[in-house]
């Protein structure tokens, strides 16, 4: 019984086998030029060191907002410096909105980069500029005269809500409006692409929840494609439309953000997922169920309703035709990007090998079924 | 107060102005030479906006090696240069050339280390923007810098004021020089007294001077 808590159940049966990388949905409507296209970018930062990136490719298509998720040291951070080429990847290509990024000469990569727009996790505005010339300063790297620049400033202040601050100092400022001038100088010179690098990490929740908010209605406003890099999947669950996992330098899995959540494939999605989406069952809650009876063993499995079978009666189902029976710990409905989904931590009673037959039906209609670890829980 | 004849009074008064052209006139020079070897070391450092260290290592190596001779011994080795320099070795024109020269090697690196202290985060949002190297130095670099660079001018001077002292040695002049021709070698302390008492206001008002202008200038 042990062996069978400690092992996921994808991983047993015909179930198990998982491509390496999985992909939800066709990543390419290819209707319109993507806004991003890399393609196998390889970085090594020490020669003998470990990849930081290793052969990754993905396309951002314009206007949606694509999200990169990872912890530390997954080369999310590095990808996203590829893009603007803040780092010159090894080997690979790089196309960003029309350029070939890699092929451009110093003044044409500079040209490009006024057409990309980068928010930083800690802001880095200038200590000594006020809020009004933060904002200027790219048009002033960009050679806009005086007035130019005040009347950029002056239409792009209300955009983030900062109109009463113009003339204070970042050091008087919160977080959150530290961010918001952060985005207000990445959009100042109109780009069409918007790299986000931890944009909101170094705030509270809800200075978070704020930012989002307003780069999403700044992505509607500005017909803005944006880029993001994140460690929290509750950001990619909040604004991104698609989403990459990455990991040791790779994406390990990419697609809708709806799909990867309701079907992460990879158990570092699936780790991802369940921080947003976990069970939600309390260890009291747990210590609580009944024992197993004799010969019986007890499985506790979270199972995500998402899909066409999403609607079916299969929990009362699964109960009668396999002999096994579920006891429902929780459940409660969850929305992404505006889908609706379910989710329900079960206690599953019975014969082991009943118990499993079980929860791989469940799975082969399409429901995620994640077991959870009763230590852990 | 029966020391304090005229002759002396003037002899004070020659004295505090000959510190004050000596350490006025090496700051102006070695901020002025300071300042742009501390961005050639800080640009061509490894990791640097230009890496370069057929620049990086010998510029170094020349800082260090000014830092580490004694004022004292600078002073003399380098009478030539002075003289080449200055027209002269004595006097005070001619010590302003070492106190320039120890200076400069002095500010070099501790503009360098202001110009470190500068967030990495800022210059790369600047790249992010497009800015050229000059302009990460001239817009970013350098003003958010500027509250470190006049810190370490302040330091500068106030050891620039102490070295001043052994200026004596090449007939420099100087309270510093004052203090040791009357107060020590012809036994009169008060005249030490003074000189002391001068140039610790000095010091005091110079550094009051320069962490009012660092306040001033940094929003932190």
């Known amino acids: ?377 | 107060m029966s020391w304090l004849t005229p002759t002396m009074q003037e002899l004070l008064l020659e004295a505090f102005w000959e510190t004050l052209i000596m350490v006025g006139a090496s700051t102006v020079i070695s901020v002025a030479i300071g300042l742009p070897l501390a961005l050639l070391l800080y640009v061509t450092a490894p990791g640097g906006l230009s890496p370069n260290g057929w620049i990086n290592r010998p510029v170094g190596l020349l800082v260090n090696a000014l830092r580490s001779t004694p004022f004292i011994i600078l002073m003399v080795a380098i009478i030539p240069f002075t003289r080449l320099v200055a027209g002269t070795s004595i006097g005070t024109t001619a010590a302003i050339v070492p106190l320039a020269l120890a200076a400069t090697a002095f500010l070099a690196r501790l503009f360098e280390n202001a110009l470190r202290e500068v967030e990495p985060g800022v210059i790369e949002a600047a790249r992010a923007m497009g800015a050229t190297r000059l302009q990460i130095v001239t817009k970013v670099l350098v003003p958010e810098a500027l509250p470190g660079l006049i810190a370490a001018t302040t330091v500068a001077v106030v050891s620039l004021m102490s070295f001043s002292a052994m200026a004596g040695a090449i007939g420099g002049g100087g309270l510093g020089d004052l203090g040791i021709r009357f107060g020590y070698q012809r036994f009169m302390p008060e005249v030490m007294a003074t000189v002391v008492i001068l140039l610790i206001l000095l010091v005091q008002g110079l550094q009051s001077f320069g962490d009012w202008l660092v306040r001033r200038l940094s929003h932190r």
């Open chain 1, 1 to 377: 019984m042990a062996g069978l808590l400690a092992r996921p159940l994808v991983a047993a049966g015909p179930l198990g086998h998982t491509p390496p990388i999985m992909q939800h949905a066709p990543s390419s409507p290819s209707a319109s030029p993507a806004a991003i296209t890399l393609a196998g970018l390889t970085k090594r930062y020490a020669s003998g060191g470990t990849l930081a990136l290793d052969d990754v490719s993905l396309s951002v298509q314009p206007g949606e907002i694509f999200g990169i998720v990872g912890r530390s040291g997954a080369g999310k951070s590095t990808l996203i410096r590829c893009v603007n080429l803040l780092e010159r990847p090894d080997a690979g290509q790089v196309r960003v909105l029309g350029h070939d990024m890699l092929a451009l000469d110093d003044a044409g990569l500079r040209a490009a980069r006024r057409g990309i727009g980068m928010v930083f996790q800690h802001f880095n505005l200038h200590s000594r500029r006020t809020v009004a010339e933060n904002i200027a300063f790219p048009l002033e790297i960009a050679g806009l005269p005086a007035a130019e620049r005040r009347a950029r400033v002056a239409e792009i202040l209300p955009l983030v809500g900062l109109e009463a601050r113009a003339k204070a100092y970042p050091a008087q400022l919160s977080g959150g409006q530290k961010q918001r001038v952060g985005i207000a100088r990445a959009l100042a010179s109109r780009p069409r692409l918007l790299l986000c690098d931890e944009a909101t990490s170094a705030l509270d929740p809800e200075t978070t929840e704020e930012i989002l908010a307003l780069i999403r209605d700044l992505r509607a406003r500005l017909d803005l494609t944006v880029l993001l890099i994140t460690h929290e999947m509750a950001v990619v669950k909040a604004i991104c439309d698609r989403v990459a996992v990455m990991e040791a330098g790779r994406v390990i899995e990419q697609g809708r953000v709806f799909d990867v959540f309701t079907q992460p494939s990879q158990p570092t999605t699936r780790r991802f997922v369940s921080e947003v989406i976990g069970h939600g069952v309390p260890e009291g809650t747990i210590a609580r169920l009944p024992e197993p009876g004799p010969g019986e063993t007890r499985y506790l499995a979270h199972v995500l309703f998402a899909g066409p079978n999403s609607t079916r009666a299969v929990i009362s189902q699964a109960s009668r035709e396999f002999g096994v029976d579920f006891n429902i710990v929780s459940g409660r409905i969850d929305e992404i990007s505006g889908e609706p989904f379910g989710v329900m931590a079960l206690a599953a009673y019975g014969e082991p090998a009943k118990v499993t037959a079980a929860l791989l039906w469940m799975q082969q209609l399409g429901l995620a079924v994640t077991p959870i670890e009763e230590d852990a829980a």
